[in-house]
């Protein structure tokens, strides 16, 4: 059996400038204004809740993919943040701060669907556009506290306490049941909603687009109402009854497995862990829930957003790409609008950066040269692994298939050219995900953390067949590329490209494994 399924080769280091300060973030398709709204939030402090004052970071856009890094100095700062969940009441006020923005932005949707947005005046307009983005900003600032900077410090004393109570090293396993949430989660809930909405029904396509608007961020990138029904309506087609009917059944038995699995090992930890494993539980389901409101924000206002564009004389694309927040006032108000020329230089390359209180905005060659200043060389030709957190163990080797999020009709083609048991590399899986995860052998994220979407599917959409996860390595679809082969490694949280001869070695043997185990 080939020595890569044990011990991975581990001389290679991974790629860092060490004149780079600056550290990956995230990488996924958004519009300027998503985009640009988790840096104002957190420069600005928009929640005092969790502010973590971070100085120094940016986030910059090339071939129609946004890129977020943070300097290691701002990191720091919001791994110290993250300490406050472990003050007494300190979990509680953050996830009612939470429901409590959640319900506001609710609230402002509904008005703002119900108002005859037409004949606002363009000041108005710009008024309910500045409620909606500040909204937005406050969403994503808490959605920041469950990335895997702000729960660092409560996860680290998790697994140092397991560790000693268990007095194991490989705690991975009661990681993953002490931390699994017993209520169903948004993608779970999703799930259920779905199969209730009936083929033949005469509200059907009413039904349909009311679904899509309860989960917007099923449809991140999406302004199209015509292309989310036929998305829903073909997946509605392809949905079997009864296999339907078993899924949901699945998905309630997952539940109660593992709560059964919680009250059996609880039994024999302290309460101290209790109360850590508490809080990265009540941080992983709330996280969904406020991905569902700025992930889904230019959707569920997409009325507002319609408006803006007819009075600018522009369509959803090229307005969602290139207009930022002080553009938008500047056309509304002052009938000033952006030339066509930078708009294409926008297109080509755009650059926001803030670094202690000062912003620069650059765009075309000139955000070029400096995203170049600011990260260095990038030549990812000669590395040939990745080093993660592992979301959920398993040892797997398999042919890469290369997803990056970006709009439904674009899923919906990623979803039809998904070959089963290929393995899933992408930036950070999308709710949407879902039935394509289901066909993956195993996945592999460029980012997130325990409580991460991908984290979260892997230990419990995807049981009883159990999917390897890696998550959090940075330059996987950078390094990677579709019809590679790559190993999976468990121990070390390595993923390592591999020959297609070694693919075959390593499938034929773990099949022997499993055949002698059967017997």
Same mark, same amino acid.
């Given at each position: 059996?080939?020595?890569?399924?044990?011990?991975?080769?581990?001389?290679?280091?991974?790629?860092?400038?060490?004149?780079?300060?600056?550290?990956?973030?995230?990488?996924?398709?958004?519009?300027?204004?998503?985009?640009?709204?988790?840096?104002?939030?957190?420069?600005?402090?928009?929640?005092?809740?969790?502010?973590?004052?971070?100085?120094?970071?940016?986030?910059?856009?090339?071939?129609?993919?946004?890129?977020?890094?943070?300097?290691?100095?701002?990191?720091?700062?919001?791994?110290?943040?993250?300490?406050?969940?472990?003050?007494?009441?300190?979990?509680?006020?953050?996830?009612?701060?939470?429901?409590?923005?959640?319900?506001?932005?609710?609230?402002?949707?509904?008005?703002?669907?119900?108002?005859?947005?037409?004949?606002?005046?363009?000041?108005?307009?710009?008024?309910?556009?500045?409620?909606?983005?500040?909204?937005?900003?406050?969403?994503?600032?808490?959605?920041?506290?469950?990335?895997?900077?702000?729960?660092?410090?409560?996860?680290?004393?998790?697994?140092?306490?397991?560790?000693?109570?268990?007095?194991?090293?490989?705690?991975?396993?009661?990681?993953?049941?002490?931390?699994?949430?017993?209520?169903?989660?948004?993608?779970?809930?999703?799930?259920?909603?779905?199969?209730?909405?009936?083929?033949?029904?005469?509200?059907?396509?009413?039904?349909?687009?009311?679904?899509?608007?309860?989960?917007?961020?099923?449809?991140?990138?999406?302004?199209?109402?015509?292309?989310?029904?036929?998305?829903?309506?073909?997946?509605?087609?392809?949905?079997?009854?009864?296999?339907?009917?078993?899924?949901?059944?699945?998905?309630?038995?997952?539940?109660?497995?593992?709560?059964?699995?919680?009250?059996?090992?609880?039994?024999?930890?302290?309460?101290?862990?209790?109360?850590?494993?508490?809080?990265?539980?009540?941080?992983?389901?709330?996280?969904?829930?406020?991905?569902?409101?700025?992930?889904?924000?230019?959707?569920?206002?997409?009325?507002?957003?319609?408006?803006?564009?007819?009075?600018?004389?522009?369509?959803?694309?090229?307005?969602?790409?290139?207009?930022?927040?002080?553009?938008?006032?500047?056309?509304?108000?002052?009938?000033?609008?952006?030339?066509?020329?930078?708009?294409?230089?926008?297109?080509?390359?755009?650059?926001?950066?803030?670094?202690?209180?000062?912003?620069?905005?650059?765009?075309?060659?000139?955000?070029?040269?400096?995203?170049?200043?600011?990260?260095?060389?990038?030549?990812?030709?000669?590395?040939?692994?990745?080093?993660?957190?592992?979301?959920?163990?398993?040892?797997?080797?398999?042919?890469?298939?290369?997803?990056?999020?970006?709009?439904?009709?674009?899923?919906?083609?990623?979803?039809?050219?998904?070959?089963?048991?290929?393995?899933?590399?992408?930036?950070?899986?999308?709710?949407?995900?879902?039935?394509?995860?289901?066909?993956?052998?195993?996945?592999?994220?460029?980012?997130?953390?325990?409580?991460?979407?991908?984290?979260?599917?892997?230990?419990?959409?995807?049981?009883?067949?159990?999917?390897?996860?890696?998550?959090?390595?940075?330059?996987?679809? /950078? +390094?990677? #590329?579709?019809?590679?082969?790559? $190993?999976? =490694? @468990?121990?070390?949280?390595?993923? &390592? /490209? +591999?020959? #297609?001869?070694?693919?075959?070695? $390593?499938? =034929? @043997?773990?099949?022997?494994?499993? &055949?002698?185990?059967?017997?």
């Amino acid at each position: 059996m080939s020595k890569r399924l044990i011990n991975l080769n581990n001389n290679h280091s991974l790629m860092k400038n060490k004149e780079n300060k600056y550290v990956f973030g995230w990488q996924e398709k958004s519009s300027a204004l998503v985009g640009i709204g988790p840096h104002r939030a957190f420069s600005e402090n928009t929640t005092e809740i969790f502010a973590p004052q971070v100085k120094e970071h940016f986030v910059f856009w090339k071939n129609g993919q946004s890129h977020t890094y943070f300097s290691e100095k701002s990191i720091a700062r919001w791994k110290e943040e993250g300490k406050k969940f472990e003050e007494k009441g300190y979990l509680r006020k953050f996830l009612n701060e939470a429901a409590s923005i959640r319900q506001e932005f609710g609230e402002f949707i509904k008005r703002i669907e119900n108002k005859d947005i037409g004949t606002a005046s363009n000041r108005e307009l710009l008024e309910d556009f500045n409620e909606y983005y500040q909204k937005l900003q406050k969403i994503q600032a808490l959605y920041m506290a469950s990335q895997p900077e702000g729960v660092d410090f409560v996860n680290t004393k998790l697994s140092e306490l397991l560790r000693k109570e268990l007095q194991k090293e490989d705690i991975e396993e009661e990681h993953k049941i002490i931390t699994s949430s017993s209520e169903l989660d948004l993608i779970q809930q999703e799930r259920v909603d779905f199969s209730t909405i009936k083929e033949k029904d005469n509200r059907r396509e009413e039904a349909v687009k009311e679904h899509a608007k309860k989960y917007p961020c099923f449809f991140f990138n999406t302004y199209n109402w015509q292309a989310i029904l036929s998305y829903l309506q073909q997946r509605q087609k392809q949905m079997d009854t009864e296999e339907s009917k078993k899924e949901i059944e699945n998905i309630y038995a997952q539940k109660k497995n593992m709560e059964k699995k919680k009250e059996e090992i609880s039994l024999i930890l302290s309460d101290e862990v209790k109360e850590y494993a508490t809080i990265l539980m009540e941080l992983g389901h709330d996280r969904l829930e406020l991905k569902n409101c700025w992930s889904g924000a230019e959707l569920l206002a997409l009325n507002l957003f319609q408006e803006i564009q007819k009075r600018i004389s522009l369509p959803p694309e090229d307005f969602f790409a290139t207009y930022t927040e002080e553009d938008i006032e500047s056309a509304l108000l002052t009938g000033k609008k952006l030339s066509e020329e930078e708009m294409k230089k926008r297109k080509q390359a755009m650059l926001y950066k803030i670094d202690n209180g000062i912003v620069t905005f650059k765009s075309g060659e000139e955000a070029e040269k400096e995203i170049k200043q600011l990260l260095g060389p990038q030549d990812f030709s000669e590395q040939t692994e990745v080093k993660g957190m592992v979301a959920n163990s398993g040892v797997i080797s398999g042919r890469v298939r290369i997803v990056l999020i970006e709009d439904i009709e674009k899923f919906q083609k990623a979803l039809n050219e998904f070959e089963e048991g290929e393995i899933l590399v992408t930036t950070m899986t999308s709710p949407n995900m879902v039935p394509l995860i289901k066909k993956a052998a195993g996945i592999i994220t460029n980012e997130g953390g325990i409580c991460s979407h991908a984290a979260i599917i892997a230990r419990e959409v995807t049981t009883p067949r159990k999917k390897p996860c890696i998550v959090g390595t940075k330059d996987a679809t /950078r +390094i990677f #590329k579709t019809g590679e082969y790559v $190993i999976m =490694n @468990k121990e070390s949280g390595k993923v &390592e /490209r +591999i020959r #297609k001869e070694e693919h075959e070695e $390593i499938k =034929n @043997k773990l099949q022997e494994q499993l &055949e002698v185990g059967g017997n």
